[in-house]
């Protein structure tokens, strides 16, 4: 099928749907500038494999690096703005109410774009936490001028960012709303994600054992494109706002 029909089928399904998930990896905020994990994390993090630095073992191990690797990645963030794709999927919010967004992105794009109720399962980079067991909140405050995190002003403990890394758990509350969507949605939209990390990954086949259409969004094949109904095979910025005029017209 031409990406033309695949646009009108996959617009046709988002209208007709009662509920819609929508499942977003690093792929939706490439177009803004953020690098994704999977592709080369550019300049000095080039030799660095994102999964090695995301573990409490390497924060435990040398927090400095993990540190400076998370203060470059704000700084990407904080000069980031929301792209075409993050638009087009607010606009299908209020096109559709019933439309919820599950991110596992930790930048705050899809809100800037105007989407509510974002849900987010690996947590949010602009946050802060103690490292220690008072797991108190801490304000994005600037590392010490040597780049060593700042300590927790209630135990000592060093501050880490509010982020899920490999080998944590999920917030519970969060994971518990995304699997019921999965479960409950009759479309799920998945935009921008290679579907490796678990148990994210896990929600599209979730989705289609409960019946769901599943329509994905990313230029090459994934390995959730097995399961998807529609594959737009474009970039997320260029295609989406495509659905969106579909839609509405
Ligand atoms: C856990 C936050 C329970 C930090 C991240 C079951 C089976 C197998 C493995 C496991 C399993 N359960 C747990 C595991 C281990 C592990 C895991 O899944 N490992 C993988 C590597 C096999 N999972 C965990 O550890 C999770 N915890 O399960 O807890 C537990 C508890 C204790 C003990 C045991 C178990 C925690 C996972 C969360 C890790 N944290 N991020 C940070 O960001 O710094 S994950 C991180 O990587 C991102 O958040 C993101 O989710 C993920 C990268 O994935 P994507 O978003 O898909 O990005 P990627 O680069 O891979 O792909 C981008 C895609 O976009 C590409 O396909 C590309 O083609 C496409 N694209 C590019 N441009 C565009 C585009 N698409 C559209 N438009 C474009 N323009
Ligand atoms: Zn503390």
């Known amino acids: 099928m031409s990406i033309k029909q695949d646009i009108q089928q996959a617009a046709e399904r988002l209208q007709a749907a009662q509920q819609i998930a929508v499942l977003t990896g690093a792929g939706v905020s490439k177009e803004s500038g953020i690098p994704t994990f999977r592709d080369a994390m550019d300049g000095i993090w080039a030799k660095y494999d994102p999964a090695e630095l995301a573990t409490p073992e390497a924060f435990q191990r040398n927090p400095k690096l993990v540190w400076d690797w998370y203060t470059w990645r704000r700084s990407l963030v904080s000069q980031a703005q929301p792209n075409p794709a993050h638009v087009a999927l607010a606009q299908l919010q209020r096109i559709k109410s019933a ?29 802060n936490r103690c490292s220690g067991d008072c797991g108190e909140e801490a304000p994005a405050i600037p590392a010490d001028d040597d780049g060593t995190p700042p300590r927790c002003p209630s135990c000592g403990a060093y501050l880490r960012p509010d982020v899920v890394w490999f080998g944590e758990s999920l917030p519970s ?46 230029p090459v094949a994934s390995s959730i494109s097995t399961i998807a109904e529609i594959h737009l095979q474009a970039a997320a910025g260029e295609v989406l706002p495509q659905v969106i005029a579909e839609l509405r017209s």
């Open 173 to 218: 509350d969060a994971l518990f709303r995304a699997a019921k969507l999965a479960e409950q949605c009759d479309v799920m939209l998945v935009v921008g994600t290679s579907g490796m990390v678990y148990p994210a990954a896990g929600l599209p086949a979730s989705a289609r054992k409960h019946g769901s259409h599943i329509i994905e969004v990313n």
């Open 99 to 127: 439309t919820i967004i599950i991110t596992q992105n930790v930048d705050d794009l899809h809100e800037q774009a105007g989407s509510e109720d974002v849900i987010h399962l690996h947590g949010n980079i602009a946050r």
